[in-house]
């Protein structure tokens, strides 16, 4: 069974950071690239990023609205995905969900429960 | 970036009755490769978002046949036949043809009358 498991989510103050996880299991998790979409609470579905495999040299990809405050990686031997959040912002409060593309091309056809970043003084 | 734009942004409707979501892009989703990287995703309560759709038309595994996509090009359209209960929930269209950044419709709020 695919399983994606999201963890790390906190309560931090704007300008800190936070590094989240993501654990997958039930697929071939070397072979997959990994994404992040978050939401904020009552608000819609916005792509972060997302990081390709090592046959596709390991390239990562960000939105506008974080890029140069995020990074996205990876750890195969362990079958982990990770986004490091970087001098946060009250507008990144959000759940964040890693997601996947196992079955289909581009798009994401399993989703972790998310976690949840909550930014505030 | 492509802007995906959503109508209506919510709908009450009756079970047993159809509903109908439009979604519109800011530029072609169809590739090179022949394939048009549309996609339609529902998010029950509470649940991350589950995919309904791939690829227009195409039902992801599970989906109710009551389920219908259409459309080609910048214009798309997700079909319920007949409505249940078990249906509510956002409904968001998706374009993955150009990243970064993937974008996402505003969302579709459908809720039982």
């Known amino acids: 069974e695919v399983q994606l498991v999201e963890s790390g989510g906190d309560l931090v103050q704007p300008g800190g950071s936070l590094k989240l996880s993501c654990a997958a299991s039930?697929?071939?998790?070397?072979?997959?690239?990994m994404h992040w979409v978050r939401q904020a609470s009552g608000k819609g579905l916005e792509w972060v990023g997302r990081i390709r495999s090592k046959a596709n040299s390991y390239t990562t990809a960000y939105a506008a609205s974080v890029k140069g405050r995020v990074t996205i990686s990876r750890d195969d031997s362990k079958s982990m995905a990770y986004i490091q959040l970087n001098s946060l912002k009250t507008e990144d409060t959000a759940k964040y969900y890693c997601t996947t593309s196992l079955r289909l091309q581009r798009s994401f056809d399993y989703w972790g429960q998310g976690t949840l970043v909550t930014v505030s003084s | 970036d492509i802007v995906m734009t959503q109508t209506p942004l919510s709908l009450s409707v009756t079970p047993g009755q159809p509903a109908s979501i439009s979604c519109k892009s800011s530029q072609s989703l169809l590739h090179s490769d022949g394939k048009t990287y549309l996609f339609w995703y529902l998010q029950k309560p509470g649940q991350p978002p589950q995919l309904l759709m791939y690829?227009?038309?195409n039902r992801f595994s599970g989906v109710p046949d009551r389920f219908s996509g259409s459309g080609s090009g910048t214009d798309f359209t997700l079909k319920i036949s007949r409505v249940e209960a078990e249906d509510v929930g956002v409904y968001y269209c998706m374009q993955s043809i150009q990243l970064p950044p993937i974008t996402f419709g505003q969302g579709t709020r459908l809720e039982i009358k």
């Open positions: 690829e227009v038309s």
């Open positions: 039930g697929f071939t998790f070397s072979d997959s690239a």
